[in-house]
């Protein structure tokens, strides 16, 4: 394994590939042996009686560069560790759903462990949560990002599988671990 550059989140490396091929992938500079690189955090939030999933339309510069779509549908996430390593998951994702949206969770659940983004691209794993906020209120004034997060949204749980199926798919992309996530929290609700 070879280190070709590195960032202060990246690296970008090779490695060999079974038949001994140079293999090139980005690795979190964040990622341990301890926890995951990111966790995502699928937030359903109770209003007016019933649950709603939140999303994030964001601006991801290798999304719309790449003429992929104009905006991505996420959930809140963040990476594990990246300010104290010794952050837990759980500690990481109140933090993330708080900075990101201004919501605290009630509840926390956690879903699933290492799960593989992209594997013939990177060696970043992930967590899933999902976090259940109870009484929707803004307690925090929720980040930009950079100005990558351009809106917040709810769509009714009940809704989700119609509103997935109607996307306009040359406006939005949707993140693939947004909607594992969904698949787990389907089940708490």
Not at 32 to 59: M, P, Q, R, W
Not at 80 to 92: A, P, V, W
Not at 103 to 122: F, H, P, Q, R, V
Request: with cysteine; net charge negative; glycine share 4%.
């Amino acid at each position: 394994m070879a280190t070709i550059a590195e960032s202060k989140f990246l690296n970008f490396k090779s490695a060999k590939s079974p038949e001994g091929h140079d293999w090139f992938y980005v690795h979190r500079t964040n990622d341990t042996d301890k926890h995951d690189s990111a966790v995502v955090i699928t937030t359903l939030v109770k209003k007016d009686g019933e649950y709603n999933f939140l999303f994030l339309k964001t601006k991801r510069p290798p999304i719309y560069a790449e003429n992929k779509a104009e905006y991505c549908l996420e959930s809140p996430a963040g990476l594990i560790g990246d300010i104290n390593i010794s952050e837990t998951l759980e500690e990481c994702a109140k933090k993330e759903l708080l900075e990101e949206t201004g919501l605290k969770a009630d509840k926390i659940y956690t879903e699933l462990l290492n799960s593989s983004t992209s594997a013939g691209l990177s060696s970043e794993t992930l967590s899933y949560v999902t976090a259940v906020v109870d009484e929707y209120k803004v307690i925090e004034q929720p980040v930009s990002d950079g100005g990558i997060i351009a809106e917040r949204f709810f769509v009714p749980a009940k809704d989700i599988k119609s509103f997935l199926q109607k996307i306009d798919c040359k406006k939005y992309s949707v993140a693939a671990a947004t909607v594992c996530g969904i698949f787990f929290a389907l089940s708490r609700i």
